[in-house]
């Protein structure tokens, strides 16, 4: 175990990028504090993606009276797919049951709005930074909707997969157990954790997340969207939380949430929460949290590069940024965009899905390697 924690430190301190202020601004964005947390009550850590903070968070705020309900996204399995479903949470068990990563694309606003107009109180809305950035500039325009909304929450995003990608993982899984579909987790425990499926007969298959994430992260079936977006730590947010991955934190018995608090309601919500005793703390150097998201935060912001990469693979990419771009950017950018257009054809996805696993690794760290070039 200690050669593991030398080599994840000396590896960690070659890796290690120097952030200036320009770059807090730029990536991060407008915040007050970053902090280091988890939730403190072990059950809802259990199934989290992370450290439970979200939960907690949610859970406290609605005890306190901060708001009436709160805005989640469950990953149910309809006609044998896993699909996102929005729904207002108004007690623990229904925040509880939204615990975990989904890594599938959603219809945010046409899903979320009438929720909102149709609930009477105030919610705390949870979603990824464009989705808040979306529900931000329509609140602009619609004073009665903004009126309900107490605070938002964005989750730290790289980017979205289209449902073709947990189609053929969920697919696969089938197979091997013989049954169909239940339900689904995209992450739970520690670190990197596992994927969980539960099927029909009560069985289930827990497989590492690899399993769907070596695919996702190679930016196979990414949603288009995604492409333009550079939002990775979300602007617009009252609150941000997300993984932080440390390698000093690898082998810490509890896993942890990145906070960023941006607002003053948020800086309330996650005062009331550690006040309570519902979430545990410790103040972090924000740089702390941009080097646990050192590779895909700057890459993601470099919407430049993906660009002009773009313009060689029939993509029309707008650029609102005009990011400095190097060699390394520019090759990263057009593998990121070559994989995406590739899972976009029926002999690409059969290429895709033909490869043997240990070469789709072994790409990831070649990708993975590029990006964390300084």
């Known amino acids: ?20 202020p320009a770059d807090i601004d730029r990536y991060v964005g407008t915040y007050r504090e970053a902090w280091l947390t988890h939730a403190t009550d072990g059950a809802i850590r259990e199934r989290a993606a992370s450290g439970g903070t979200t ?7 609605l005890r306190q009276g901060l708001f009436d309900g709160a805005v989640v996204c469950v990953a149910v399995v309809e006609d044998g797919k896993v699909r996102p479903r929005f729904r207002i949470a108004t007690d623990p068990d229904q ?15 046409p899903s979320v709005l009438p929720l909102l107009r149709s609930f009477e109180g ?22 009665v909707l903004a009126a309900k ?16 990608l947990i189609d053929a993982v969920t697919s696969r899984l089938e197979k091997q157990a013989g049954q169909p579909l239940r339900a689904y987790r995209f992450r739970i425990g520690h670190w990197r954790g596992h994927l969980e499926a539960e099927f029909a007969d009560g069985s289930l298959l827990r497989r590492p997340t690899k399993t769907f994430n070596d695919y996702q992260n190679m930016f196979f079936f990414c949603e288009r969207k995604c492409l333009s977006c550079h939002d990775h730590y979300g602007y617009a947010a009252d609150l941000t939380m997300g993984d932080i ?11 942890h949430t990145a906070v960023i608090t941006r607002t003053e309601a948020g800086q309330a919500l996650f005062d009331a929460a ?27 912001y470099n919407v430049t590069a993906r660009a002009r990469a773009g313009r060689w693979l029939g993509l029309k990419i707008p650029d609102r940024v005009q990011a400095p ?7 990263n950018a057009f593998w990121t965009l070559a994989n995406m257009r590739l899972s976009e054809s029926a002999w690409g996805r059969r290429l895709i899905f033909a490869l043997p696993r240990p070469v789709i690794r072994g790409l990831l760290y070649l990708k993975k390697g590029l990006e964390s070039v300084k």
């Open 55 to 61: 939960s907690a968070v949610l859970i406290e705020g």
């Open 95 to 109: 925040i509880l049951a939204a615990r975990g990563s989904k890594y599938v694309e959603s219809r945010f606003l």
């Open 274 to 300: 550690t006040r309570s005793g519902a979430v545990a703390a410790s103040a972090l150097d924000i740089r702390d949290i941009m080097d646990g998201q050192a590779r895909i935060g700057p890459a993601h």
């Open 1 to 20: 175990m200690a050669e593991r924690r030398t080599f994840g430190s000396v590896l960690d301190r070659f890796l290690k990028k120097r952030w200036s």
């Open 325 to 331: 771009v190097t060699w390394h950017d520019q090759l």
């Open 149 to 164: 909304l107490a605070l938002t929450i964005a989750l730290v995003c790289g980017h979205n997969s289209r449902t073709a």
């Open 245 to 255: 991955w440390l390698f000093r934190l690898k082998n810490d018995p509890i896993k």
């Open 122 to 143: 105030r919610v705390a809305v949870v979603g990824l930074p464009c989705d808040i950035a979306a529900l931000r500039q329509r609140c602009g325009t619609d004073p």
